[in-house]
């Protein structure tokens, strides 16, 4: 059974900063594409970042990029998302997700097959 356990959400104020984690089990996380995206009320769900399976060759929003990072540890079987900088445009709850259908649908979040239960990340300002 795989499962994605993000944590490390919260409230911030504008300009702060978070770090997001996510946990999987289940499956070789090595072996798969790893993305997160984010949902705020009454929007659809967006792609914020995705890494490729050894790490190398990151992708970002434009919304995101120079502010957050995303990283793994393949040894502990942890996804990592370093959040800088963060807006009040920021708010959300945040998912990990794994295995999209190849890298090039790494944005869209319907071709992902396993997901975590999200993490809520608000920024005050």
């Known amino acids: 059974q795989v499962q994605l356990v993000e944590s490390g959400g919260g409230l911030v104020q504008t300009g702060g900063s978070l770090r997001l984690s996510c946990a999987v089990s289940?499956?070789?996380?090595?072996?798969?594409?790893m993305g997160w995206f984010r949902q705020a009320p009454g929007k659809e769900r967006e792609f914020v970042a995705a890494i490729t399976r050894a790490g190398g060759t990151p992708d970002y929003a434009d919304s995101v990029k120079g502010r957050f990072t995303i990283s793994r540890v393949n040894a502990k079987n942890t996804l990592y998302l370093q959040m800088n900088s963060l807006k009040p445009e920021d708010t959300a709850v945040y998912y990990c997700?794994?295995?999209?259908?190849?890298?090039?649908?790494?944005?869209?979040?319907?071709?992902?097959?396993?997901w975590g239960q999200g993490t809520q990340v608000t920024v005050s300002s």
């Open positions: 289940g499956r070789p996380f090595s072996a798969y594409v």
């Open positions: 997700a794994m295995d999209p259908t190849n890298w090039g649908s790494r944005m869209y979040h319907a071709e992902y097959s396993y």
